[in-house]
């Protein structure tokens, strides 16, 4: 008899809904899922994207992968979803809540208060109701998780974007504490992510000169992130290869611990 020490880390009969999963960091964890065996929900914004990369997805891991539009901040689309992987699937054992992200402010010292509320909103209240739908099915399956991705500027200042950082530093608080709530039923964890270049930054007013400097970091690894990087990290904390793990916030950033500064 052969020992399989990969055997830990395969979904099979695991159904997963990840956020924010149409492109970029979520398609990579998607895909990494998936390929390891999961059904996959790609709940995005974006429906029209999401379910052509759930196309493109079950094309090359040939495993049920499927997308629908989501607005996380909608508690009618969190309901719907939740009742489409259900009907699809017959049931959710893994949430990913990935979905994140805020705008640059060209003034740090006035941000307006509907700024933080927009930020808490998308960052870290979505990832809450997620969770909370998502609570009664997790509950009747087998390596029930909750895995989020958090931010490294949630533990480490990047003041141009502190909106979005201070609500992903929320996220981390929020669902350790769910973990404790939900101690010896569902495993919850956090990942820092460091920079993975995408075109979101663009997007978020962070200009050429910046993304270049951040294209090449000074962190222990020398280069920015890829997606495969986070879902592999995902991988193992969805898996039941890490049931010995939960209320934890890890750091995938390839060992930096500058978000920027500006000014050198
Ligand atoms: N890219 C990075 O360097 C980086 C660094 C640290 C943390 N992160 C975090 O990783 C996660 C993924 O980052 P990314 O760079 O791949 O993001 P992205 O912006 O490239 O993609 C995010 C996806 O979320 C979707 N989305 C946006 N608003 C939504 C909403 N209200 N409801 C549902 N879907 C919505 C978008 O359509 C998009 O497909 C985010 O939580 C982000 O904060 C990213």
């Not at 870290?124 to 998780?145: D, E």
Request: net charge neutral; with cysteine; proline share 3%.
């Amino acid at each position: 008899m052969t020992f399989d020490a990969f055997a830990a880390f395969r979904m099979t009969g695991h159904n997963v809904i990840i956020t924010g999963g149409a492109q970029n960091i979520g398609a990579g964890i998607a895909k990494t899922l998936s390929g390891a065996g999961a059904k996959v929900m790609i709940a995005d914004l974006n429906g029209d994207m999401a379910a052509k990369t759930a196309a493109e997805i079950q094309k090359v891991t040939g495993n049920d992968c499927r997308g629908m539009k989501c607005d996380v901040t909608s508690l009618d689309d969190i309901n719907a979803v939740v009742d489409a992987t259900v009907k699809a699937f017959g049931g959710i054992s893994t949430l990913v809540n990935n979905v994140g992200w805020g705008g640059r402010h060209e003034n740090p010292a006035a941000i307006a208060e509907e700024a933080f509320v927009a930020s808490y909103k998308l960052n870290t209240i979505s990832a809450y109701r997620m969770s909370m739908a998502c609570l009664p099915h997790l509950l009747k399956s087998r390596n029930p998780t909750i895995t989020n991705s958090g931010s490294m500027s949630s533990a480490a200042p990047a003041y141009d974007i502190l909106a979005y950082g201070t609500a992903k530093a929320a996220l981390n608080q929020m669902m350790v504490s769910v973990a404790h709530m939900l101690a010896k039923k569902v495993r919850v964890n956090n990942v820092l992510i460091g920079t993975v270049m995408t075109a979101g930054y663009g997007d978020a007013g962070i200009d050429p000169e910046m993304q270049e400097r951040l294209s090449h970091p000074d962190n222990l690894t020398g280069r920015p992130g890829k997606p495969e990087d986070v879902a592999n990290a995902m991988l193992w904390l969805c898996s039941p290869a890490s049931g010995w793990v939960s209320g934890q916030t890890i750091n995938v950033h390839g060992g930096g611990n500058v978000v920027r500064l500006f000014g050198k």
